[in-house]
């Protein structure tokens, strides 16, 4: 894939996608969508067993360029931008949203700056997220007049609750890393200088764990939302039974029974 404004490179089995736009802050532009979609979905092969998503330079992501609205709205009119934010957040629901949740395989979520708007929607579609000590959180929609997108409105109110969410997004303000981690926004803060390692030996750690049940259990949380007990129960029989056929399964109960460390391959 052309590495224009999205960097993928692949490291001791973790598929490391960077948003690469530091001079906007990691703004999201139509074509950085595209190949964010593109960058997952080459996360699909044998060899990337994990993926860690971040963004260069002081900002995780900022949001949808809101500059380019702007220039759209004034050179085209209504009608154009209308046609323009509805193309670029059915891609970034369809390409980067879905992709990363039906990734079958853990996403580690590396927040090292400001993430805003649809930035912080991007938060929430990763499985685990570790954020540095100066990133901040902010919905931001509000602000705009915009009502929110990126999943915010599904993931969040199954993180923190509906009605916090519905205050974090009518507030529109700032939240520290501090009160990230006491919301359940992100699940640990480290130091500024120590993000990127500490996020990357959490995805080499997983890359080398049973990926192909991590990927299925993601599944089943997934669609849990959706499922009657009974129906979630059926799921988890025929997931688990699977499992049984599985090269890592087998393994894995050998291991155990010889008191060893269990070699995973993911299949």
């Known amino acids: 894939m052309a590495e224009t404004n999205i960097k993928l490179e692949v490291m001791d089995g973790v598929g490391i996608i960077t948003m690469d736009r530091p001079e906007s802050r990691n703004a999201l532009t139509p074509d950085m969508v595209d190949e964010m979609g593109e960058a997952i979905k080459a996360c699909n092969r044998y060899d990337v067993r994990a993926v860690?998503?971040?963004g260069s330079g002081p900002a995780f992501c900022s949001g949808a360029d809101?500059?380019?609205?702007?220039?759209?709205?004034?050179?085209?009119?209504?009608?154009?931008?209308?046609?323009?934010?509805?193309?670029?957040?059915?891609?970034?629901?369809?390409?980067v949203v879905l992709g990363l949740r039906n990734l079958e395989k853990p996403v580690v979520?590396?927040?090292?700056?400001?993430?805003?708007?649809?930035?912080?929607?991007?938060?929430?579609?990763?499985?685990?997220?570790?954020?540095?000590?100066?990133?901040?959180?902010?919905?931001?929609?509000?602000?705009?007049?915009?009502?929110?997108?990126?999943?915010?409105?599904?993931?969040?109110?199954?993180?923190?609750?509906?009605?916090?969410?519905?205050?974090?997004?009518?507030?529109?303000q700032p939240i520290g890393s501090e009160m990230a981690l006491e919301m359940g926004l992100v699940n640990?803060?480290?130091a500024d200088d120590q993000l990127h390692r500490h996020a990357m030996e959490t995805a080499v750690r997983l890359a080398q764990g049973p990926t192909l049940a991590y990927g299925k259990v993601k599944a089943l949380f997934d669609q849990s939302w959706d499922n009657s007990i009974a129906d979630q129960l059926d799921a988890e029989t025929k997931a688990l039974?699977?499992?049984?056929?599985?090269?890592?399964?087998?393994?894995?109960?050998?291991?155990?029974?010889?008191?060893?460390?269990?070699?995973?391959?993911?299949?």
């Open 188 to 190: 640990q803060v480290v």
């Open 52 to 54: 860690m998503l971040t």
């Open 109 to 172: 979520g590396a927040v090292n700056g400001v993430a805003a708007g649809a930035g912080f929607s991007l938060t929430l579609g990763c499985d685990i997220r570790y954020a540095a000590q100066s990133a901040r959180f902010l919905m931001a929609y509000a602000n705009i007049g915009a009502t929110a997108d990126g999943g915010s409105t599904y993931l969040l109110p199954r993180l923190v609750g509906s009605g916090k969410a519905m205050e974090i997004y009518l507030a529109s």
């Open 241 to 267: 039974a699977n499992s049984g056929i599985s090269a890592d399964f087998q393994e894995g109960i050998k291991a155990f029974s010889e008191r060893r460390q269990a070699r995973f391959q993911g299949k």
């Open 66 to 95: 809101v500059k380019a609205f702007v220039e759209t709205l004034e050179n085209d009119g209504p009608d154009a931008l209308h046609q323009y934010i509805n193309s670029m957040a059915d891609a970034l629901h369809t390409k």
